[in-house]
């Protein structure tokens, strides 16, 4: 059974950058299609980014259009969500989980296996 765990969290201002990563260990990474999801409090988790099994082709909330970046090293296990031009209402907790086998259909319930989340807090 595949793990994940999420990491690069952390204390921003408006405007500025992070860059987090899921690592994954003890399952099937490459075959998968990936995704970042994040929860406010308060409020429900929301699909944020996915990405297909080799990469390339990702989807991306409006939200973050233009803003954020998701990638994924199948060699190394890891997937990695890059956050530009950060604003407040990006403030919450970050998840990472795995897809179905292949690319991503667009149907955000066909993702599971969710590590334990990283805090993004962006200040204005």
């Known amino acids: 059974q595949v793990q994940l765990v999420e990491s690069g969290g952390g204390l921003v201002q408006a405007g500025g950058s992070l860059r987090l990563s899921c690592a994954a260990s003890?399952?099937?990474?490459?075959?998968?299609?990936m995704g970042w999801f994040r929860q406010a409090p308060g409020k429900e988790r929301e699909f944020v980014a996915a990405?297909?099994?080799?990469?390339?082709?990702?989807h991306y909330a409006d939200s973050v259009k233009g803003r954020f970046s998701i990638s994924r090293d199948n060699i190394r296990k890891i997937m990695a969500l890059q956050m530009n031009s950060l604003k407040p209402e990006d403030t919450a907790v970050y998840y990472c989980?795995?897809?179905?086998?292949?690319?991503?259909?667009?149907?955000?319930?066909?993702?599971?296996?969710w590590g334990q989340g990283t805090q993004v807090t962006v200040s204005s």
């Open positions: 990405i297909n099994w080799n990469g390339y082709s990702t």
């Open positions: 003890g399952g099937t990474f490459s075959g998968y299609a």
């Open positions: 989980g795995r897809g179905r086998i292949g690319s991503y259909s667009g149907d955000p319930s066909e993702f599971g296996y």
